[in-house]
């Protein structure tokens, strides 16, 4: 019963503890240079703050949308300190060669409509047809399989050969 209580008073303190925190809006790319026909991703983050109504930019035809949006949002309490996070990322693949500029983005908070800052990623032209590196997908333990759905990933050759034996011809008689 006290462990109910506590965690009742707990989460009606938690709102009060961030509403003394700044609220923060940015955004970020996981290159800022891309070869033509690679995707990256972007993210949009809100920190210790409530949003609704996400508006990601718009890029026009310059950018195929790939993936997205996949939002994640965590909550801690170190020391008693809390600190909300709340992102939507994107798989985005340049469609045209030169400097790609990433409007600001906009959710509303408690705090008014915020927005984030623009930045610009380098596209650069693909001549040699480099491929998209693999992604080690072993690695990360929490992870969603697309298989080889997106350009540039592929199944290692182990997975390649277990998969080409499961697609056996079948013959009607």
């Known amino acids: 019963m006290r ?46 703050g409530q949003g609704s109504k996400f508006t990601p930019p718009s890029f026009g035809s310059d950018v195929e949308w790939l993936s997205g949006p996949n939002t994640s949002t965590s909550i801690s309490v170190v020391n008693g300190e809390t600190t909300r996070e709340q992102s939507f990322s994107y798989l985005v693949r340049p469609t045209t060669v030169g400097v790609l500029r990433v409007l600001p983005a906009t959710i509303e908070t408690e705090e008014g409509l915020l927005e984030t800052e623009s930045f610009a990623i380098s596209v650069l032209p693909n001549e040699a047809g480099l491929p998209q590196p693999a992604v080690d997908r072993r690695s990360d333990l929490f992870r969603m399989d697309f298989g080889d759905r997106l350009p540039g990933w592929s199944l290692p050759p182990s997975a390649q050969e277990e998969a080409a034996k499961k697609k056996r011809k079948t013959v009607k008689i």
């Open 3 to 48: 462990a109910a209580i506590f965690l009742g008073l707990l989460f009606l303190w938690m709102p009060l503890v961030q509403a003394q925190k700044t609220v923060h809006f940015s955004a970020s790319a996981s290159s800022d240079t891309v070869w033509l026909g690679h995707y990256f991703k972007l993210t949009f983050t809100l920190k210790n």
